[in-house]
């Protein structure tokens, strides 16, 4: 399943939303990923929180299940990518128009946009 919203504030493209074996979304995470320097144990868990949409009820059904997908990339407001593998949404609030996701992992990821670096953590 695809979702794409044109327009906005800059009347640009919103990127592109998609779900499957790797769900591509965009939001903020808690705690913030936007630097390099993480302090995250295994076990740890991160929020999500982003606009409700027609992806939602796919998210809320992965949570009932406790699906694991293989690969969660999430597109920060500051352009940095950070991809979680082998995730699993272990809850799902909503909060008027927006709904907060809590995600654990085994693999962590962060691509940072501006300081071009880029930092992993892998628990086997």
Not at 48 to 59: E, F, G, M, N, T
Request: aromatic residues 4%; negative net charge; without cysteine.
């Amino acid at each position: 399943m695809t979702a794409e919203q044109i327009g906005g504030r800059s009347g640009g493209l919103i990127p592109m939303q998609t779900l499957g074996g790797w769900w591509r979304l965009t939001g903020t995470l808690k705690p913030d990923l936007g630097g390099l320097d993480t302090n995250l144990e295994m076990g740890d868990s991160l929020t999500l929180i982003r606009k409700v949409d027609v992806l939602s009820p796919h998210i809320r059904a992965a949570a009932a299940s406790q699906h694991v997908v293989a690969r969660i990339s999430v597109t920060l407001p500051s352009g940095s990518t950070v991809t979680l593998f082998n995730a699993r949404v272990t809850d799902v609030e909503d909060t008027h128009e927006l709904e907060e996701i809590e995600l654990t992992f085994q693999k962590i990821e962060i691509e940072n946009k501006r300081g071009k670096g880029s930092f992993g953590d892998n628990w086997h």
